[in-house]
């Protein structure tokens, strides 16, 4: 069954940068767009950010725009999310996302339990 | 940007009650419009798409309607692992992909 895990959250001060993970398994990654999702503690989900199946169309939300880049590697079954200059109001965690099959775009039908970002100084 | 709203933030209900959530969009979205439950501490669950296309074993009791600006989504009979945050989501334009706060279904 799909598979999808993230790593690479942890505590970093604010205007530091880490990168984030997502191993896939159980589907042919290759052909899937995928996402980023946060949530902050005890607030609602927010989409971050989109790549297409083959990383030659990618989209941000406004928040994150021009601070995080996000990218995949089709031969390691992995997507990453790059965030630089991170803000206190990124701490959140950070769901990676599969689409569903189709043509775009596509709900989501497959989530990563998450990997917590905490930006504190 | 579209806008979403959800109606209400909170309800309380009992098992064996008929629940219904409203979904508002700022612009019309046709059915680009999925719903998923979130129980507290685990990822979303997609529930439905296309504004009533239930997901593979998700179960009958669920169902969704509506079209253009307004959603709703209805369980039929509340069940113990029925209370959790229910969201949804518009996909209809290329960004963002907006969820709704969310509507938190909660044990009267």
């Known amino acids: 069954q799909v598979q999808l895990v993230e790593s690479g959250g942890g505590v970093v001060q604010p205007g530091r940068s880490l990168g984030l993970s997502c191993a896939a398994s159980?589907?042919?990654?290759?052909?899937?767009?995928m996402h980023w999702v946060r949530q902050a503690p005890g607030k609602g989900l927010e989409w971050v950010a989109y790549?297409?199946?083959?990383?030659?169309?990618?989209a941000y939300a406004d928040s994150v725009k021009g601070r995080f880049t996000i990218s995949r590697d089709n031969s390691k079954n992995t997507l990453y999310l790059q965030m630089n200059t991170l803000r206190t109001d990124d701490t959140a965690v950070y769901h990676c996302?599969?689409?569903?099959?189709?043509?775009?775009?596509?709900?989501?039908?497959?989530w990563g339990q998450g990997t917590l970002v905490t930006v504190s100084s | 940007d579209i806008q979403m709203t959800q109606s209400p933030s909170t309800l309380s209900a009992s098992v064996g009650d008929r629940v219904t959530i409203t979904c508002r969009a700022s612009?019309?979205?046709?059915?680009?419009l999925a719903w998923y439950q979130q129980r507290p501490g685990k990822a979303p669950n997609l529930l439905i798409y296309?504004?009533?296309t239930l997901e593979s074993g998700v179960p009958s009791r669920f169902s969704g309607s509506g079209s253009g600006t307004e959603f709703t989504l209805t369980i039929s009979s509340l069940q113990p692992d029925d209370f959790a945050t229910y969201y949804c989501q518009q996909y209809n334009t290329f960004s963002p992909f907006t969820f709704g706060p969310g509507t938190k279904v909660a044990i009267k």
């Open positions: 996302a599969k689409v569903c099959p189709g043509n775009y775009p596509q709900p989501f039908n497959s």
């Open positions: 296309k504004a009533s």
């Open positions: 159980g589907f042919t990654f290759r052909l899937y767009g």
């Open positions: 790549i297409s199946y083959d990383g030659s169309r990618v």
């Open positions: 612009q019309s979205i046709s059915n680009s």
